[in-house]
């Protein structure tokens, strides 16, 4: 267990905690800054790439080998897969207040380095049966987004994992795809294009560690 604690406590949990940290000061600056004291849901700390804070905040606290290697696999994944694929359509990332802007590229890298240290670690699960249970974990933070898309709704505009019901895909391919097909078919190609992505980047690992 002492092992465990120094591998883990000393890069994935201070990682999330500097993460968290640095998320209330953007909820702060963003209120008060920015908004003028009114909370803005669609900053809510719930998208894909706000999950890996969370995930290494957990990761020094998990006892089971099992579940730190699929944790460890979603960072290795879907993590790095959203801190790469951020900078192909960097225009959310630029804030009116240019400190927040040097957050968003910040947290990004960071993701990436999370994700390559994830992929590194020998307890990392580099299994597809590891991955098949990183989708689940995906699908269940989709669900949960959804939920919060629906229910924080009427108290202003919220878009977790963008994939709310009550607004037009806004992302680059998808927005065309969903005006073509509709809103519903752009969101499902979304999260499937997210899942096929995340698969490609399983295979890389595997490919480079096995």
């Known amino acids: 267990m002492k092992k465990h604690s120094m591998k883990y406590k000393n890069f994935f949990f201070y990682c999330g905690f500097l993460m968290f940290i640095s998320e209330i000061w953007k909820q702060f600056c963003l209120t008060y800054l920015v908004h003028d004291g009114t909370y803005n849901w669609w900053y809510f700390p ?7 804070m969370y995930v290494c905040l957990v990761l020094p606290w998990c006892t089971s080998a099992k579940i730190r290697g699929i944790l460890l696999a979603f960072l290795m994944d879907f993590g790095l897969l959203g801190g790469i694929f951020t900078f192909l359509d960097t225009t959310g990332m630029y804030y009116g207040y240019f400190p927040l802007t040097i957050h968003s590229f910040a947290w990004h890298i960071l993701l990436i380095l999370i994700g390559i240290r994830a992929g590194l670690s020998k307890e990392c ?79 890389l690992w595997r490919r480079l560690i096995i």
């Open 46 to 52: 719930f998208q894909l790439c706000s999950i890996p």
């Open 125 to 203: 699960d580099h299994s597809w049966a590891g991955w098949r249970k990183c989708v689940c974990l995906f699908l269940a933070c989709c669900l949960t987004a959804t939920l919060f898309n629906l229910l924080f709704y009427p108290y202003g505009r919220i878009n977790m994992f963008y994939i709310s019901p009550y607004y037009p895909m806004g992302q680059i391919v998808f927005c065309d795809i969903a005006r073509l097909l509709g809103n519903g078919a752009g969101i499902l190609l979304y999260i499937t294009s997210i899942i096929t992505g995340s698969g490609l980047m399983h295979l």
